[in-house]
């Protein structure tokens, strides 16, 4: 691909990693065998991103309500997760790639906490690519916890109600100190957002696109950022190259 130029590529990228279930049942196979061909599209698309120009990409792994799914889907799903923490790290590390966790990870299996992390400790100092996973993640969840803790902080008068600003909410929030992001992507068809990093996309721009995950490759990723490239970002006002009367 003809390289998009620096001022167009988005620095944040988000991904909702969707339809790997459809898939497979297109195949004839099982969810599981989605999920395994799916997790297998990551490293890709994370050097491709990287190669890109993109600074932070953030994927939406597994949300908070994934839970309800049957366990044996959520327990291949994790041990899908471990498997491409042990396999990925030093590429990772090589690649200077630093890992980041959002989302209550604390409620994950004990071998997943353990590898991210391993993995988020050996890229810390890393100055490449920010590879971000959501997992058991909710945006509302989110909120919620953020504004605990900021009420929990007026009640013991280290901040005021009137110094809550939305800066200060988003310091509050597990992407704290991330910059919004500017592009979203999900895949397979699906227009909605699935709780998705609610108070950061208040002016992200969005991609839908029918291929599943499993079939999304550099090259599709390289589509939706083309298109990015050509979106009109106006943020509430108005281009100046016109006149307004
Ligand atoms: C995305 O694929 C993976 C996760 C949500 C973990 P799905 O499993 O949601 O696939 P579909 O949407 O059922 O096809
Ligand atoms: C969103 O996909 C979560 C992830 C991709 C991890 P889902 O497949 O869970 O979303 P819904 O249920 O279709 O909204
Ligand atoms: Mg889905």
Redesign the pocket.
Known sequence: MSRLSQAKVPEHVAI???GN?RWAQGQGQARVYGHQSGAQRVRDVVEAAGNAGVKVLTL????E??WRRPAEEVNALFSLLVSYLKQEIDQLHENKVRLRSIGFTDKLPPDCQEWLKLVEARTQNNDGLQLVL?LSYSGRSDLVRAMQRMAAAVKEGLIAPEDIQEETVSNYLSTQGLPDPDLLIRTSG?Q?L?N?LLWEMAYTEFYFTRVHWPEFSPEHLKEALREYADRDRRFGAVRMDKPVC
Not at 60 to 63: K, T
């Open positions: 909702i990693m969707d279930g939406y792994a597994f949300s309500e994934n959501a699906e909605r699935s998705f």
